[in-house]
DNA sequence: TTTGTATGAATGAAAG
DNA sequence: CTTTCATTCATACAAA
């Protein structure tokens, strides 16, 4: 039908989705095996220039092409381990750092210490065996969304902002968020809250951070 | 595939995340567009209170959104701003620091203050565009980039991730991605910069993310 | 064409 | 605020 694939993956403007050529994978792939898991921001412009020879490429490509990469080989080591996890219980083997099946390739030498260098930002789940049914991974850290637990910066942060029940307000006022008509007090009440949004400039026209409401925007919730 | 879509994002307790709807999405943006970047807790709370309406949600929902929302629009200006600096040149280029060249490029206006409203709390990386190579956090107007002009929040503030730049080159070093010889630097460095990577677990060298390219490997670049 | 699957992209949620 | 992780959505492409 459309017989027109993009393969080259040159396809320009097309709209669609990056589509990488053979040689930006194989080099990404080796800059991964070789120990780079999340480059800087500074590296992945780097790799952008380098394999834009090949093709159109952008920054965020490489940037996901790491993020997704890394997650799908975490996910991949998640089921090995649970393989290798069984597969003990046959082979009276020892505990790979798991990831065993990362292939050092000739050129890769897997730094000896590396470990569960996959996961240095998880070390708990590093090689312990998983539940056969899977388990979360993730360890739910906290209830945030329920109770105290103010992530909020010391800046504004006089309240628990989900929480908020016990709103510490000074005053009195509500500081509606969807006055009806312009108040000034937003401006003025910013000033100690959130002092760096309505900071210095005094652009006529920059009604973009100082909240004002009072322009003519619809307003979401004036029906209610 | 449709392995389980949350469709109406209504999906109340399933345990999954929140998926907002077009409204509340459309509201949020709104907001955000109009002004709003990091809400208050109790904005976030009227703001909660006012999309239920439409569907679950939660005060942390609402913080989420803004934190993700903002930092997302940053990264993306921030890569336009790459694009838009590159896409002047026909780079080929080489990756250095560079603060050097810094001439104040003709398209370089120091934003008369007002800045464009975007960020409230970055006026001065505007609208600069970047150096080829990573450019150093900003175009330094005056003592030629060498020392402090924060505008930077003193914590840590890198630059941003997606096709960016740099990251907070504290000093010179090119941190060039594909040394011909094992350096070190990045394990340092990264100690500083990133110190996620290699946190916690004492393993003796984990030079799993820190890329330590003095492996004997393949480089893919060093034809260019 | 339909379906399965690999993977690019987007984004909610958190941790740092 | 910054950076990373987990999920999910969307699409290209291969296989049936």
Redesign the pocket.
């Known amino acids: 039908?459309e017989g027109g694939?993009?393969?080259g993956?040159n396809s320009p403007a097309a709209g669609?989705?990056?589509?990488?050529t053979k040689e930006q994978?194989n080099m990404l792939e080796n800059l991964y095996m070789q120990g780079l898991k999340?480059p800087?921001?500074q590296q992945i412009q780097q790799i952008t220039e380098k394999l834009r020879v090949f093709g159109h490429i952008e920054g965020?490509?490489v940037f996901?092409?790491f993020?997704?990469?890394?997650?799908?080989q975490?996910q991949k080591q998640k089921q090995d381990n649970n393989i290798a996890y069984f597969s003990r219980f046959v082979h009276t083997t020892p505990v790979f750092p798991t990831y065993q099946n990362v292939v050092c390739s000739p050129y890769y030498v897997q730094p000896p210490q590396s470990d569960l260098g996959f996961y240095s930002?998880?070390p708990k789940l590093a090689v312990a065996p998983l539940q056969p049914g899977g388990f979360?991974?993730?360890?739910?850290?906290?209830n945030?969304?329920k109770n105290k637990d103010k992530?909020m910066?010391p800046r504004s942060r006089n309240e628990e902002l989900d929480v908020i029940s016990n709103k510490k307000l000074t005053n009195q006022e509500t500081l509606d968020l969807f006055p009806l008509h312009p108040t000034g007090i937003l401006q003025a009440k910013t000033g100690t809250l959130n002092s760096a949004e309505n900071s210095t400039h005094s652009s006529p026209s920059s009604s973009e951070n100082n909240c004002n409401f009072g322009s003519p925007f619809f307003d979401f919730f004036e029906s209610q």
């Open positions: 039908m694939k993009n393969l993956s669609s989705r990056w589509n990488p994978i999340t800087s921001a965020k490509n996901y092409w993020q997704n990469h890394k997650a799908r975490r930002q998880y979360k991974t993730r360890i739910i850290p906290k945030i969304g992530f910066n």
